[in-house]
Structure formats: structure tokens, C-alpha cells
T-cell receptor, first 112, second 112 residues
Framework: KAGVTQTPRYLIKTRGQQVTLSCSPISGHRSVSWYQQTPGQGLQFLFEYFSETQRNKGNFPGRFSGRQFSNSRSEMNVSTLELGDSALYLC???????????FGQGTRLTVV | DAKTTQPTSMDCAEGRAANLPCNHSTISGNEYVYWYRQIHSQGPQYIIHGLKNNETNEMASLIITEDRKSSTLILPHATLRDTAVYYCIVVHGSGNTGKLIFGQGTTLQVKP
């Protein structure tokens, strides 16, 4: 079974731009969660989508948004990028019913 | 969800057992203990989880005390590739593995 796939793996953007990251969950998984990891703040939960609906949300500004498609694939968007948005963005998927969550390899975003 | 406390760092000699402790004194009856590890900016890797009984899989063993206030992850024969940050996470039984709250974890350094 293929694991969680995140694209792209690396990305460089300029301040003020927007970016879209993609996550393909493990086949059959309906829950997709997004996390941000920075050296200063560690691993922080952004939001979770289940069956195309946002089920949980972390404490991030509205510039961070996401969506989930009917095939469970998810995208995360960050608008008006700031230097502090430079981070490793991780996606995790699970069946959604308290089963184990598995992570992708992440997308490394650098904002210059 | 209950908070967890882990030592910041630990060393282990290659080939020896690595015992990583985690304190979760406020854990409630239906909360699970999950362990993940992260090897140098890769996505976190699921290791093992348990509720009250000890658990073992091909990667590790999880020992949970009878009062469930602490647990120990055991890597029976540590190798250099086990050098990583290990996270102990408590998850509510009704199931939010879609929202994992990561602490700072324990940095395990396996030395030759």
C-alpha cells in the first residue's frame, strides 16, 4: 500500500505570494490532517479534514486554509506569505475513526 | 487530552536497549498512549500505541504502568538508525488521532 504522498517536496516563494500544498492520503483513509513544524514552535496542528469537512482547527491565522476533495486528497493554502511561514508542512492520514495516523515526508517551504 | 512529560535528551550505546520514559499523570481511562519518532526532518513515523496492557511489535515494546500515569518505550537493540526525536502523545479514545498534540519529545542519540 502506498503511503501518504505530499507534493511538492521543496518550495521557495517570495513574501506576499500564496502557495498551495497537496497531500494524497493512504488509500481508504478519510481523515487528513496538516501540521506545521518550525525550529522555534515545534510540531503544531493546523487543521483536520474528514469527508470533505473541516473537523478540527488549530490556532493559526485565516491566511492558512485547506480543503478536501471527494477522493480524500487534500490541499493546504497559505496566502500573503510571511518569512515566518518558512517551515516543514506535514500531512497525516487515518481512517478517521480513532485509528492510527500516518505521516507523509512533508513539504519544505522557504519564504524569501 | 492529557499532557506528557519526556526528558529532553538521552544517549544509548549501539546494540543496547533504549528505554525512553514518558510521564502522563493526568491521563484518563479512555486515553491511549501513542509513540512516534522523527528522523531528521522526515515525517514522523508511527511506532506503537497502547491503552493499558503492554504492547510489542516489530519495532518496539511499550510498557504502561498499572496506574497508567507513565510509560516506557523500549527499543530492544538500538542501532545508529534509531537516532531520532521520540514523541509520546496521549490521544482520547473517542478518537482524535486527527489532531495530535506534540510536545518537544526526547532526542535519542545512539552512539557506536
Amino acid at each position: 500500500k502506498a503511503g501518504v504522498t505530499q507534493t511538492p517536496r521543496y518550495l521557495i516563494k517570495t513574501r506576499g505570494q500564496q502557495v498551495t500544498l497537496s497531500c494524497s492520503p493512504i488509500s481508504g483513509h478519510r481523515s487528513v490532517s496538516w501540521y506545521q513544524q518550525t525550529p522555534g514552535q515545534g510540531l503544531q496542528f493546523l487543521f483536520e479534514y474528514f469527508s470533505e469537512t473541516q473537523r478540527n482547527k488549530g490556532n493559526f491565522p485565516g491566511r492558512f486554509s485547506g480543503r478536501q476533495f471527494s477522493n480524500s486528497r487534500s490541499e493546504m493554502n497559505v496566502s500573503t506569505l510571511e518569512l515566518g511561514d518558512s517551515a516543514l508542512y506535514l500531512c497525516a492520514s487515518s481512517l478517521g475513526d480513532s485509528s492510527t495516523a500516518f505521516f507523509g515526508q512533508g513539504t519544505r517551504l522557504t519564504v524569501v | 487530552d492529557a499532557k506528557t512529560t519526556q526528558p529532553t535528551s538521552m544517549d544509548c550505546a549501539e546494540g543496547r536497549a533504549a528505554n525512553l520514559p514518558c510521564n502522563h499523570s493526568t491521563i484518563s481511562g479512555n486515553e491511549y498512549v501513542y509513540w512516534y519518532r522523527q528522523i531528521h526532518s522526515q515525517g514522523p513515523q508511527y511506532i506503537i500505541h497502547g491503552l493499558k496492557n503492554n504492547e510489542t511489535n516489530e519495532m518496539a515494546s511499550l510498557i504502561i504502568t498499572e496506574d497508567r500515569k507513565s510509560s516506557t518505550l523500549i527499543l530492544p537493540h538500538a542501532t545508529l538508525r534509531d537516532t531520532a526525536v521520540y514523541y509520546c502523545i496521549v490521544v482520547h479514545g473517542s478518537g482524535n488521532t486527527g489532531k495530535l498534540i506534540f510536545g518537544q519529545g526526547t532526542t535519542l542519540q545512539v552512539k557506536p
